[in-house]
């Protein structure tokens, strides 16, 4: 088991899904300490199988932003429109951001929380990782854009610049995702342990899984009003209230709708908290999964 010297936080399996680590260190005042082997390989090489894996996931949200007639099956549809393997389109991007941004989602995160606890480490963590993959998502989220309506945007954004349009609305988003992973997993987890009178790895799985949906679905309608900006360009030629008004009519576009007279939650609200969940649950679970089963079969 990972223990990391730091004020109280919630139990080790959800911040570091039961991994064992070095003895403790000292770097500039900060007391923290090394995870092993088992969690770096994790972190360097099955975040970024993971993150290519779930990337038809991804371009399907990206699609949705910009469509609200479709439904999750129609945007998947397009999204494999050009065969299987165009499923893929831009993944490598991504992929290739993951090696750092899983290593911050494990190490570094627990560094952060060493001297600024859970809450100060999920914001510094999902700072970082907004700076390392910011341009990488943009970069796909762009390319997906003109793989379905070509010539759309004509300058793609580069892969390696970590700012620009909505990166702001990208940060708040990793907050809320990171949240899921250090902070709603073990609450569920525990929800899912006593309904069911059993503690194994099942249970674990339905746990943190249970708390990245959670997360996914808070996260939904930020992640779609970022889609809905890197891939917007006439964003850009507006002033700030025009942009601020325009974000606030996608909005309300996407997620609600008025009939005979009354406004509701539109039908795409559960279309976009399922592909959200599809997206980020799927593809945290598998992270957390593959480090769990990297530390047990490890050779000591």
């Given at each position: 088991?990972?223990?990391f ?29 090394l ?6 390989v ?56 993951a ?24 914001v510094?963590?999902?700072?970082t ?10 970069c796909?989220?762009?390319m997906a ?27 708040l ?25 059993k ?5 674990q ?40 008004d ?11 709708e ?35 089963t ?7």
């Amino acid at each position: 088991r990972l223990e990391f010297y730091y004020p109280p936080t919630p139990p080790a399996r959800t911040l570091a899904f039961g991994c064992r680590a070095a003895g403790p260190r000292r770097v500039m005042g900060f007391d923290f300490k090394l995870p092993e082997t088992p969690v770096i390989v994790a972190g360097g090489f099955g975040g970024p199988a993971v993150m290519f894996t779930v990337t038809p996931f991804r371009n399907g949200l990206t699609l949705g932003s910009t469509n609200i007639a479709a439904s999750a099956r129609e945007l998947y549809g397009q999204v494999f429109a050009r065969g299987f393997a165009g499923g893929w389109t831009g993944g490598i991007y991504p992929a290739t951001a993951a090696c750092p941004q899983f290593l911050c989602l494990g190490p570094l995160y627990h560094f952060y929380a060493s001297f600024s606890g859970v809450a100060g480490g999920v914001v510094l963590t999902s700072l970082t990782e907004t700076a390392i993959v910011y341009g990488a998502e943009t970069c796909n989220a762009q390319m997906a854009t003109n793989a379905k309506t070509p010539g759309k945007i004509p300058a793609v954004h580069s892969a390696y610049k970590p700012f620009g349009p909505g990166v702001g609305i990208h940060a708040l988003r990793n907050i809320i995702a990171t949240a899921g992973l250090r902070i709603f997993c073990d609450p569920c987890t525990l929800a899912v342990e006593k309904a069911t009178g059993k503690s194994n790895g099942l249970t674990q799985l339905g746990g943190d899984f249970a708390g990245n949906v959670m997360a996914a679905c808070l996260s939904a309608p930020v992640h779609q009003l970022y889609g809905f900006t890197v891939t917007t360009p006439e964003l850009q030629n507006m002033s700030g209230s025009e942009k601020k008004d325009r974000m606030i009519q996608f909005l309300k576009e996407q997620y609600l709708e008025t009939k005979d007279g009354r406004t509701r939650l539109s039908s795409v609200v559960p279309r976009d908290l399922f592909m959200r969940s599809m997206y980020v649950a799927v593809a945290y679970t598998m992270y957390g999964t593959l480090e769990r089963t990297l530390v047990r079969m490890w050779p000591k």
